[in-house]
């Protein structure tokens, strides 16, 4: 079998890059517990869920579990088809949420891989699992948040996340949704700093937050949930880009990026019935 055959081995390999250098360079607080736990979460749910539809099988094999025939059956019975998407969801989760508490971790990982199978349409999830988690375990809990600083603003992480970004983005073919969001978004911070009269590394600073740069090159990107046609991935990217400046600027929301993102979401089916195209597939595009 080929090595990165499939674009998610690409995510999978640098988010969990990014997780260790978080976890061994920044000084972060994070427990080995949870991000075990919310990894763990995001699987088993992706799993159980994907298999609902032999719900019959599974209750009939646990029922006779007991020779090895019905184990037989009951592995086969599993749907283990999700489970690469379901750990990049874990792993930005990891990357992105922070809780004081384990169980809080566990509900923003249930609900991220639930959502997949609540908000569709025709069989295509409009929200991006882990900003779906992050976004309703925050309101709901008030013990989630997002951090946005926790992964400074030094000119390696730009490089590392950049660079790494540009190789997933090939092979999915979705850079012009980041492009386009981070030229919106940089052009808007700099000219609201220019009118504050902010100097330059004020704006670097901004600019160069490992939160949103992750979130521009591996959350945004998500080509299973935003639309499927390039030009309403740019009208898409434009809006998200204006309302993230808005709501960090004038309602004060550090985790605007993210909250702008959940807000929208619920357009890609809009777009997607204005601009038909092809839906995308992990291993092959098949017609919608």
Same mark, same amino acid.
């Given at each position: 079998m080929k090595l990165f055959k499939d674009a998610r081995d690409y995510q999978i390999t640098w988010l969990c890059l990014f997780l260790s250098v978080g976890i061994f360079f920044r000084d972060w607080t994070l427990q080995i517990q949870g991000i075990f736990l919310t990894i763990l979460t995001c699987v088993l749910t992706q799993i159980i869920l994907s298999s609902g539809s032999k719900f019959t099988t599974l209750k009939t094999n646990f029922i006779t579990i007991n020779n090895q025939k019905s184990q037989e059956l009951f592995i086969n019975s599993l749907d283990f088809s999700g489970v690469k998407s379901a750990l990049i969801t874990g792993l930005g989760l990891s990357l992105l949420l922070r809780s004081n508490s384990l169980n809080i971790l566990m509900l923003a990982s249930f609900l991220a891989i639930a959502s997949k199978f609540i908000f569709n349409y025709h069989q295509k999830h409009f929200f991006n699992p882990a900003n779906f988690g992050i976004i309703v375990t925050i309101f709901l809990t008030k013990s989630a948040w997002v951090s946005p600083g926790q992964w400074g603003s030094? &000119? &390696?992480?730009?490089?590392? *996340?950049?660079?790494?970004?540009?190789?997933?983005?090939?092979?999915?073919?979705? &850079?012009?949704?980041?492009?386009? *969001?981070?030229?919106?978004?940089?052009?808007?911070?700099?000219?609201?700093?220019?009118?504050?009269? &902010?100097? *330059?590394?004020?704006?670097?600073?901004?600019?160069?937050?490992?939160?949103?740069?992750?979130?521009?090159?591996?959350?945004?990107?998500?080509?299973?949930?935003?639309?499927?046609?390039?030009?309403?991935?740019?009208?898409?990217?434009?809006?998200?880009?204006?309302?993230?400046?808005?709501?960090?600027?004038?309602?004060? $929301?550090?985790?605007?990026? *993210?909250?702008?993102?959940? $807000?929208?979401?619920?357009l890609t089916i809009l777009f997607d019935l204005i601009w038909k195209e092809n839906r995308f597939r992990w291993q092959k595009l098949n017609p919608i």
């Open positions: 030094d &000119w &390696w992480y730009l490089l590392l *996340f950049t660079s790494t970004g540009a190789m997933v983005l090939n092979k999915v073919g979705r &850079w012009e949704t980041s492009a386009v *969001f981070l030229s919106v978004y940089a052009s808007l911070e700099a000219t609201y700093n220019y009118y504050l009269g &902010w100097n *330059f590394d004020v704006l670097t600073h901004q600019l160069m937050s490992g939160s949103l740069l992750v979130f521009a090159f591996f959350m945004l990107t998500d080509p299973r949930s935003i639309p499927n046609a390039k030009n309403s991935r740019i009208i898409w990217a434009i809006v998200i880009g204006f309302l993230s400046f808005i709501l960090k600027e004038f309602f004060y $929301i550090n985790s605007g990026i *993210f909250l702008a993102l959940f $807000i929208i979401s619920p």
